[in-house]
C-alpha cells in the first residue's frame, strides 16, 4: 500500500513535469514562429532597402553626369562666344 502510495505521488509529479515541459515546448514553439516571422519581415525590408539604396545610387551618379554635362555644355559655349568675339573684334579691328 505505501508503495502505491509512493507510485501514485511520483507519477503525479511526474505528469505534472510533463504537462509544465510541453506548455514550455508549446510556448517556446509560438516564440520561434513569432522570431521566424519577424527575421522573414526584416529580411524582405533589407532587401527593398538594398533596392532603393541601389536605385538612389543610380540617381545621384545620374544626377552628377548631368551636372557634368551640363557644366561641359556651358564651358564648351563660353568658349565658342569667346572664339568668336575674339574673331569679331579681330576683323573689326584690324
Not at 509544465?20 to 532597402?49: F, G
Amino acid at each position: 500500500m505505501e508503495q502505491s502510495q509512493e507510485f501514485g505521488a511520483l507519477r503525479f509529479e511526474y505528469d505534472s513535469l510533463s504537462r509544465n515541459t510541453e506548455n514550455v515546448i508549446s510556448y517556446t514553439q509560438k516564440e520561434l514562429h513569432e522570431v521566424n516571422a519577424i527575421l522573414d519581415s526584416t529580411s524582405r525590408n533589407l532587401t527593398e532597402t538594398k533596392l532603393l539604396l541601389v536605385d538612389a545610387q543610380d540617381k545621384i551618379r545620374n544626377e552628377k553626369y548631368q551636372r557634368l554635362k551640363s557644366k561641359f555644355s556651358w564651358g564648351v559655349g563660353g568658349l565658342a562666344v569667346g572664339f568668336g568675339l575674339s574673331a569679331l573684334f579681330f576683323l573689326l579691328y584690324q
